[in-house]
């Protein structure tokens, strides 16, 4: 059973947002993490059950900073929390997803994460997640 668990907003400058999304939610984010991996910093809110991620480009070359080149600032991601990411991706492979990773990728806030290209999804980059065991 999957349920919605972030929304991925692509933003130009990481403190500018993060002022507007906390004077707009009325609440700071709880967590600020640097992903090397893809080359992202990212900027969390909670929103009830929901949270908002904040992505900036890290470098000139990831894939936030072509995003925002072609499409501008916003929405980037929809993101469902899984209980098995790797069975997940395996389903979605033999439906005939367009899965990005062969195996789920360590992403920010203790996930691990896996996406489905948006050609696959009527447009939309949607984003698979499971809590890291600690």
């Known amino acids: 059973m999957m349920k ?9 400058n990481l ?6 999304f906390s004077d707009l939610l009325g609440t700071n984010p709880y967590k600020q993490e640097a ?3 893809e080359n992202v910093v990212t900027s969390f809110f909670r929103v009830g059950e929901v949270k908002l991620e904040l992505l900036e480009s890290a470098n000139e070359d990831s894939a936030i900073a072509g995003f925002i080149d072609k499409r501008g600032e916003g929405l980037h991601h929809i993101a469902f929390e899984v209980p098995d990411i790797e069975a997940e991706t395996e389903r979605l492979k033999q439906m005939g997803f ?8 360590v992403g920010a806030d203790n996930k691990l994460v896996n996406f489905i290209h948006p050609k696959s999804a009527s447009g939309v980059l949607v984003e698979v997640c499971q809590e890291i065991a600690e």
């Open 4 to 12: 919605l668990e972030h929304l991925g907003i692509a933003v130009k």
């Open 15 to 20: 403190t500018d947002a993060e002022r507007l």
């Open 35 to 37: 992903v090397p991996s």
């Open 98 to 105: 367009n899965v990005l990773y062969d195996k789920a990728k």
